[in-house]
């Protein structure tokens, strides 16, 4: 199975702050990863691939990196609305695997 | 407007079955592989099982493989998740998803989301 490791577990960052979040995969090409919102109490929300496919209706201050088997998930300028989970997803192989999650908390 | 609505869900002891239903609407559901996805509570995200659009090919997580059969009828618009022999650590919410991918091989992601079902197993 390919194990997934997000980092940081938890940012504690600021209205306006860029905050980048890391996703390894422990093997495998990885072409395909992608980026999930998630609030409390709600279904988690697609955000964008590692093909650059966003969701429709997704702000252009997300957007997403890969270097090899290393992948980033970027806010360029924090909203308040950006406070939530996010979590990333290997679609490469089976079983389908997420990372842990990054908690991204108001300062 | 593509919406998810799973039910079903509910307590249950130890050894005993649930089936959870997904029913769509908004999108042409024949065309799509879809998903199960579940969540712990406050823990994160796990992939349950898949199923190609026709039915034709399924997929499961190892801890649930032989327990769990994942379904769909396509005349209903309806997605199912049979559980069988439920165990404490299947606790969670369930949520069904879709795949973007159409009319053919599933991209293995998800792009929409039902609301999810809580299942809870306790003696």
């Known amino acids: 199975d390919i194990q997934m490791t997000q980092s940081p577990s938890f940012v504690s960052a600021s209205v306006g702050d860029r905050v980048t979040i890391t996703c390894r995969a422990s093997?495998?090409?990885?072409?395909?990863l992608v980026w999930y919102q998630q609030k409390p109490g709600k279904a988690p929300r697609f955000l964008i691939s590692?093909?650059?496919t966003f969701q429709s209706g997704v702000p252009s201050r997300f957007s997403g990196g890969a270097s090899g088997t290393d992948f980033t998930l970027t806010i360029s300028s924090l909203q308040p609305e950006d406070f939530a989970t996010y979590y990333c997803?290997?679609?490469?192989?089976?079983?389908?695997?997420f990372g842990g999650g990054t908690e991204v908390e108001l300062k | 407007e593509v919406q998810l609505v799973e039910s079903g869900g509910g307590l249950v002891q130890p050894g005993e079955s649930l089936r959870l239903s997904c029913t769509v609407s908004g999108f042409t559901f024949s065309s799509y592989c879809m998903h199960w996805v579940r969540q712990a509570p406050g823990k994160g995200l796990e992939w349950v099982a898949n199923?190609?659009?026709?039915?034709?090919?399924?997929y499961y997580l190892d801890s649930v493989r032989g327990r769990f059969t994942i379904s769909r009828d396509n005349a209903k618009n309806s997605l199912f998740l049979q559980m069988d022999s439920l165990r404490p650590e299947d606790t969670a919410v369930y949520y069904c998803a879709r795949d973007p991918g159409a009319n053919g091989n599933g991209w293995y992601y998800f792009d929409y989301w039902g609301q999810g079902t809580l299942v809870s197993v306790s003696s």
């Open positions: 093997q495998g090409s990885n072409k395909w």
């Open positions: 590692s093909a650059s």
């Open positions: 997803q290997q679609a490469d192989s089976f079983p389908l695997t």
């Open positions: 199923i190609k659009y026709d039915g034709g090919e399924k």
